[in-house]
């Protein structure tokens, strides 16, 4: 379904990923680990568009992504909950979620159905779907960020540094909440970035890592 095919990406004349290939099938769950600086976020920002590509192919479903603009990527049903959030402090929780899928002009009734989705593999998020969002604890916007991308995700989600920061018992919820993914969305492939491949364990069939910028099969 996502095939990285020789990506290569440079940042102010520094190469950051080198020849970068592997591929996700349809349903798959899949880890990317590596360490801070070893170029993790920015293969997540090359599949969104978020980065040029000097060289290399990124194809979903036999499309080539390059004809895709970033802005329309989460039209073909890709979801992305990047590293740092990025949610907005004044909109409710809710209203975070629902963002996406009203910039996708997504029928009323079909972007209920998704958030009572959200809402069931994140059961917590719905008990403070009311508040606003600057007012969340970094794991609550971490279990925020997760639901967005599901908003839009279904088909692929990317999952960056999910667990980063998390106090033990978040970090535990949080991996209850993508079990129960997996569950509810058998068919939905993730990709999560993660530094501690110890924390992906339960969580995921197959596992890259990732070296100054250069990425290889690996056992967790």
């Not at 080198?18 to 293969?43: H, P």
């Not at 606003?132 to 916007?141: P, V």
């Not at 079990?179 to 501690?196: D, F, M, T, Y």
């Amino acid at each position: 379904m996502l095939t990285l095919d020789g990506v290569d990406v440079s940042i102010a004349g520094t190469r950051v990923l080198r020849g970068v290939s592997f591929s996700i099938a349809e349903g798959a769950r899949v880890a990317l680990v590596g360490r801070n600086g070893a170029g993790k976020t920015t293969t997540f920002r090359a599949i969104m568009g978020l980065v040029p590509m000097t060289a290399g192919r990124i194809g979903f479903d036999n499309a080539d992504l390059a004809r895709v603009p970033a802005h329309r990527r989460t039209a073909i049903g890709i979801g992305y909950a990047p590293e740092e959030r990025k949610l907005f402090p004044t909109f409710t929780v809710e209203e975070n979620l629902r963002l996406p899928a009203e910039v996708l002009k997504l029928p009323r009734d079909e972007i209920g159905r998704r958030l009572e989705k959200a809402y069931a593999i994140l059961p917590e998020v719905k008990d403070f779907a009311d508040r606003k969002a600057g007012g969340l604890s970094g794991g609550q916007g971490k279990m925020v960020a997760l639901g967005r991308a599901l908003m839009v995700g279904t088909r692929l989600v990317l999952l960056d540094e999910p667990f980063q920061g998390l106090a033990p018992a978040l970090a535990k919820r949080y991996g209850e909440a993508l079990l129960r993914l997996r569950k509810a969305e058998p068919g939905l492939a993730v990709l999560i970035s993660e530094s501690n491949p110890d924390l992906l364990k339960p969580m995921v069939d197959t596992a890259f890592l990732i070296e100054r910028g250069e990425v290889r099969p690996t056992a967790l």
